[in-house]
């Protein structure tokens, strides 16, 4: 059984940046990616970002692409997510994933088998 957990959500002024971070627990630690998704009220969940445990390779919502950015700390079982220029379209709960073993496109929220309990993320204008 994997564990994750999401930190580093909070209010922020339009502009401005925050650096999410999930830590893995429990059993060792070796996925085939991890991403993080988000679900704003009313709206249903999407993909932000991904990033392949072995290589790194990396995948951007078109709506981040240059704004946020994905990293993981594999002596950690961590990954994080830095984020700048937010706006308040951002706002939403952010939620981190493991994808264990391959399933099918990282970008897609049913392949991955493991979730956070998410962060609130709120941007103001």
């Known amino acids: 059984q994997v564990q994750l957990e999401e930190s580093g959500g909070g209010l922020v002024q339009a502009g401005g940046s925050l650096r999410l971070s999930c830590a893995a627990s429990?059993?060792?630690?070796?996925?085939?990616?991890m991403g993080w998704f988000r679900q704003a009220p009313g709206k249903e969940r999407e993909f932000v970002a991904a990033?392949?445990?072995?290589?790194?390779?990396?995948d951007y919502a078109d709506s981040v692409k240059g704004r946020f950015s994905i990293s993981r700390d594999n002596a950690k079982s961590a990954v994080n997510l830095q984020m700048d220029s937010l706006k308040p379209e951002d706002t939403a709960v952010y939620y981190c994933?493991?994808?264990?073993?391959?399933?099918?496109?990282?970008?897609?929220?049913?392949?991955?088998?493991?979730w956070g309990q998410g962060t609130q993320v709120t941007v103001s204008s």
């Open positions: 994933a493991a994808q264990t073993y391959y399933s099918g496109s990282s970008n897609y929220d049913l392949n991955y088998d493991y």
């Open positions: 429990g059993r060792t630690f070796r996925p085939y990616a």
């Open positions: 990033i392949r445990w072995s290589g790194g390779r990396t």
